[in-house]
């Protein structure tokens, strides 16, 4: 599967793992020093992150990034499932990934001792090139790594600043943001066929991507961003894309999903809906990997 890609999103844990988002916030707000946030289930979890840091904040409890280490602590406890390793022995090249955790390395190559940053760009906030390689996969840890605290994606003013640096990327060039280390803007460089693949952006432009386990919510702005600029470029013609982009999601969870769905065929993603039988995640998942390799 040499030209295909997969972003692969935290339901792939949530197949056997029982610690949720939703118990990972409760946890966090204990460890913050806090009393229950009210109406936390109906907030985006990006804001309600940053109602737990500003509390802490202004209460003198505790600073952020001791908050990231703790939820790294936590991540690092999750354990690979039989999907993962199914993943392993698909031969993907490129496997991009929102998740911080190690879970698909391990499935790899059984632990994450081994596991280094080879990323063009030795970042330690932000993850534009952020990579990991066993044998002949490299893994794009998107949203950041649990072997990292600081680069853990959480929050409103993280994500602005992750979509910041994608924008300077894409349109502007990057000539005063990284030292010693200069990229032309990817726009420019597609219409010159000059790729050079150092970020996991590029690849969206230029192989055929598969999206599963990702719930992609819109408070997931640099994603959404991303999607609707290569839309946008592709509808007026100013950039030559004929690569595919793919979602698969479960298909009772269609009419609950109609609006998201909407958006992302407008985007040109192509949408593919299977069943998911009485919640079963790990037969669900092997009938979305058996789809891929039809």
Same mark, same amino acid.
């Given at each position: ?10 339901? #792939? ?23 229950? #946030? ?64 190690? &879970? ?32 002949? &996969? ?44 200069? !990229? ?20 969206? !432009? ?21 999607? &609707? ?11 030559? #894309? ?53």
């Amino acid at each position: 599967m040499k030209n295909t890609v997969f972003l692969i999103g935290n339901d #792939i844990n949530n197949a056997t793992n029982s610690y949720s988002w939703q118990n990972l916030l409760k946890d966090l707000t204990k460890f913050a020093g806090l009393k229950t #946030i009210p109406n936390m289930l109906n907030k985006p979890f990006p804001l309600v992150y940053e109602e737990i840091i500003l509390k802490a904040l202004a209460n003198n409890n505790i600073y952020e990034n001791e908050l990231k280490k703790f939820i790294a602590s936590k991540i690092q406890l999750l354990k690979p499932n039989s999907i993962h390793g199914a993943i392993a022995n698909m031969n993907v090249q490129h496997i991009f990934t929102t998740n911080y955790d190690c &879970t698909l390395e391990q499935a790899f190559n059984g632990s994450e001792k081994r596991i280094q940053n080879i990323g063009c760009v030795k970042e330690v906030r932000f993850s534009l090139f952020r990579k990991n390689q066993i044998g002949k &996969t490299n893994f794009w840890h998107i949203h950041g790594l649990s072997t990292h605290a600081q680069s853990i994606t959480l929050g409103f003013e993280h994500y602005g600043g992750y979509l910041q640096h994608m924008r300077i990327y894409v349109v502007a060039g990057t000539k005063d943001t990284y030292k010693g280390i200069f !990229f032309s803007p990817l726009e420019l460089r597609i219409k010159k066929n000059k790729i050079t693949h150092a970020s996991w952006i590029d690849y969206f !432009f230029t192989h055929d991507i598969e999206i599963f386990g990702l719930n992609l919510d819109v408070v997931e702005l640099h994603l959404w961003w991303l999607l &609707t600029y290569r839309a946008r470029m592709k509808a007026t013609n100013k950039l030559v #894309i004929t690569n595919c982009i793919r979602y698969y999601y479960p298909k009772q969870y269609e009419a609950a999903s109609r609006s998201k769905l909407e958006l992302l065929k407008a985007c040109g993603v192509e949408l593919i809906a299977l069943p998911m039988k009485d919640g079963n995640r790990i037969e669900y998942y092997e009938k979305v990997l058996k789809k891929i390799q039809a």
